[in-house]
Structure formats: structure tokens, C-alpha cells
């Protein structure tokens, strides 16, 4: 059974918008913390932000993208998504929505989307 289900990525200029969102299913809405990582060509996967699906919204970013991104969540929809502005060509990667525990950034994920490639052209 897929569990998180992201769509939205695709090709953008630079200093331009994409927003990616992520539908949870019941088991992945369990876990308490949903965040976005990206993984681009040649380097390891990074942590992009995170907050948790019910209660406060608490938000938590990656210093390379704070004040540029913004995630959010509807819990009654079971929805997360990632708005991205100012895009740059560093930001290009794979970007996966992921559950799992521990905050600000989970120590354990628990469910994993497919990926949404995002390409930011200069």
C-alpha cells in the first residue's frame, strides 16, 4: 500500500514558484512529525523542513532554504504540502515527503513518498 503520494515538481526558472504537496494515508498520518528532504545529483539526501501534523503548527527549515519555502498542512485532509519561491538552481533534486518521530528533524522516518523532481533552470 502507498503510504505518501507527492505531486507538483517540474521545470522552473530561476527566482521562480512551485508548491509540492504529499497525500498521507491513515498509517502515515500515525506518525507525528511530516517533513520534506531532497536529494540532489551525486549528494546525500538533506532535510528541507518539517512540522507536525496536528496541534500547533510548528515549522522547522534547513538554513539554505529559510525565508524561501514554507510547509504546511491540512490535517483534515491529510495533506502536507512544500511552497517554494525565490528557487535557485542549487535547488534542484528529488524532493520526498516522509513521516516519522522526533523534532525538530524525526531521528526516525517511517513512511517515504516516490519523489517529486523539481529542476530549477539558471
Known amino acids: 500500500q502507498v503510504q505518501l503520494v507527492e505531486s507538483g515538481g517540474g521545470l522552473v526558472q530561476a527566482g521562480g514558484a512551485l508548491r509540492l504537496s504529499c497525500a498521507a494515508s491513515e498509517d502515515a498520518y500515525e506518525s507525528p512529525v511530516v517533513a520534506w528532504l531532497r536529494q540532489a545529483p551525486g549528494k546525500e539526501r538533506e532535510f528541507v523542513a518539517s512540522t507536525a501534523w496536528t496541534g500547533r503548527q510548528n515549522e522547522y527549515y534547513a538554513n539554505s532554504v529559510k525565508g524561501r519555502f514554507t510547509i504546511s498542512r491540512d490535517s483534515t485532509r491529510k495533506m502536507a504540502y512544500l511552497q517554494m519561491s525565490g528557487l535557485k538552481p542549487e535547488d534542484t533534486a528529488i524532493y520526498y515527503c516522509?513521516?516519522?518521530?522526533?523534532?525538530?528533524?524525526?531521528?526516525?522516518?517511517?513512511?517515504w513518498g516516490q519523489g517529486a523532481q523539481v529542476t530549477v533552470s539558471s
Open positions: 516522509a513521516v516519522g518521530k522526533g523534532w525538530p528533524v524525526p531521528v526516525q522516518y517511517h513512511y
